[in-house]
C-alpha cells in the first residue's frame, strides 16, 4: 500500500498556529503586489470560496474582512523539512512531491507498524504532536489513488481504498480528478465523451495517443488500475523553476528578454547550488486573459550555466507567436541530475561552445553574491531594469 500524505492548507495553517489572532479566520497567504495571487487559504476563508491561484483582488471581493499575511518560504520549508523527517521514520521510501506533499511506501513496514492505516494514524498523530498541524492521508494500492485519496477528507482526513475497490473507484472518478488533466485535455474529454477515467477504456490506445500524446497510453493504463510509477525516495528535486507575475501586462520584446535573463540566472544559481546540471529547459507564459502555455526543449547536453539556460529559453520564446499581452513569465529547468554523476563526453565538442568559461563566470558570480548579496554582480543588461518584477510565493 502507498500512502499519500498532504498537510492541511499548509503555509496558512502555520501562521495560524503562529499568531494565535489569526485562528479561526478567514486567513490567505499571498504576495503583496496589487496582482498577487493567493498561495494558500485557510479552511475559513475557503468558506467564501477564496481558493488558491485565485486574484487576491478577487478574494477581497468575496470576503471583505479577508486576512492577508505575507509569505514565509524559509520558515515553510523548515517545518517541510521536519515533517519528511517524521515521515522516514516510518519507511525509507519518502517522496516528497511539494512542500507539503509526499508519498510514502509502506510495503514491508507493517510488521514493524501495524496495518497501513494504523501507520497512516501514527504519521497524523506525530506530526500533529510536533508541529501542532492537521495533515490528511490517502491510502492506496498505486499512486495516483493514493494522492485522490488524500483530497476526499480534508481537513484532517484519512481516506483508504482498498484493492477491492480500484476498480469501482476508477469507473466512476471524474477525469478532471486524475492528476495532468489541464483545461486542454478537459476539452478534449468533452469531445470524446469522457466523463469518468473509466469511460477511457472505451478507446483504442492508437486513439488515445492520437488525441493525448503521451498521456494517452498513460490514461489508459491508470484506467486499468496500473499505476507503473513507483515510490522514489530523491535527494534532488525534479524542477527548479521560477515565475515572475508582472506588475503591468507586457508584449515588448526587450522587457521579455530582461526577465528571462533575470529568471534564467536565479535557476541557474539554484541549480549549481545544488550541484545539479539539468537537460530540459521549460518557459512559462500566462496571458493578459489568464491562459497559460508551456514550452520546453531537451537539450543534447546537460547544463548548468545560466548564459545556456538564458538562450534556450530565449529561443523557446522567440518561437511563440504572441497574440495576448503576456501576465507572467516563468523559467525553469527539468530533467535534473547530480553534477558529478559521470556522463559520456560529447564526440563532437561544438568550438564555439563556451560553456566551460561560462560555467567559472557563474561559480565566480554565484560565490560573490554569496558573500556580498544578489545585488553585488548583475549581467550588464540587467542593471537597467526596473524593479516591476515582483515575485510570487511559488
Ligand atoms: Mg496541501
Redesign the pocket.
Given at each position: 500500500m502507498i500512502l499519500h500524505i498532504?498537510?492541511?492548507?499548509?503555509f496558512a495553517a502555520i501562521e495560524q498556529r503562529d499568531n494565535p489572532a489569526l485562528r479561526n479566520k478567514p486567513v490567505i497567504v499571498s504576495g503583496n503586489s496589487a496582482r498577487s495571487v493567493v498561495s494558500?487559504a485557510s479552511y475559513e476563508a475557503r468558506r467564501f470560496g477564496i481558493r488558491s491561484a485565485m486574484p487576491v483582488f478577487t478574494a477581497k471581493q468575496k470576503c471583505d474582512h479577508l486576512i492577508i499575511v505575507p509569505g514565509n518560504m524559509k520558515k515553510y520549508q523548515a517545518v517541510s523539512k521536519e515533517i519528511m523527517a517524521i515521515l522516514v521514520q516510518f519507511s525509507p521510501l519518502v517522496e516528497p512531491v511539494?512542500i507539503?506533499?509526499a508519498y510514502v511506501d509502506i510495503h514491508g513496514c507493517e510488521r514493524l507498524f501495524g496495518s497501513s492505516e494504523q501507520i497512516a494514524r501514527a504519521i497524523k498523530k506525530t506530526i500533529y504532536a510536533k508541529l501542532s498541524l492537521t495533515s490528511?492521508i490517502g491510502i492506496a494500492p498505486i499512486k495516483f489513488l493514493a494522492k485522490i485519496a488524500s483530497d476526499m477528507n480534508k481537513p484532517d482526513g484519512l481516506t483508504r481504498i482498498e484493492p477491492a475497490q480500484v476498480d469501482d473507484f476508477i469507473s466512476t472518478l471524474p477525469i478532471q480528478k486524475v492528476p495532468g488533466i489541464g483545461k486542454n485535455t478537459m476539452n478534449q474529454m468533452k469531445c470524446l465523451q469522457i466523463k469518468t477515467l473509466g469511460d477511457i477504456k472505451k478507446y483504442n490506445p492508437h486513439l488515445l495517443t492520437l488525441k493525448f500524446g503521451k498521456m494517452g497510453p498513460r490514461l489508459l493504463a491508470l484506467a486499468n488500475g496500473i499505476d507503473p510509477s513507483k515510490v522514489e525516495p530523491r535527494h534532488t528535486r525534479k524542477s527548479i523553476s521560477g515565475e515572475t507575475t508582472l506588475s503591468k501586462d507586457i508584449s515588448d520584446f526587450e522587457a521579455v528578454k530582461q526577465i528571462i535573463l533575470g529568471q534564467s540566472q536565479r535557476v541557474g544559481k539554484d541549480l549549481r547550488k545544488k550541484d545539479l546540471v539539468c537537460g530540459n529547459v521549460f518557459i512559462k507564459l500566462k496571458f493578459s486573459d489568464f491562459s497559460q502555455i508551456t514550452r520546453s526543449r531537451k537539450l543534447d547536453t546537460f547544463i548548468c550555466s545560466s548564459a545556456a539556460i538564458f538562450n534556450e529559453a530565449l529561443s523557446l520564446y522567440k518561437k511563440i507567436l504572441l497574440k495576448k499581452k503576456i501576465r507572467l513569465i516563468g523559467v525553469g529547468v527539468t530533467a535534473l541530475k547530480d553534477k558529478h554523476t559521470p556522463v559520456q563526453l560529447q564526440l563532437l565538442q561544438d568550438p564555439d561552445n563556451h560553456k566551460e568559461q561560462w560555467e567559472s563566470v557563474d561559480s565566480a558570480v554565484d560565490s560573490l553574491s554569496e558573500k556580498f548579496g544578489s545585488h553585488i554582480v548583475k549581467k550588464a543588461s540587467l542593471s537597467q531594469i526596473t524593479p516591476r518584477r515582483k515575485f510570487n510565493d511559488k
Open positions: 498532504d498537510m492541511d492548507a499548509f494558500t511539494s507539503d506533499e490528511s
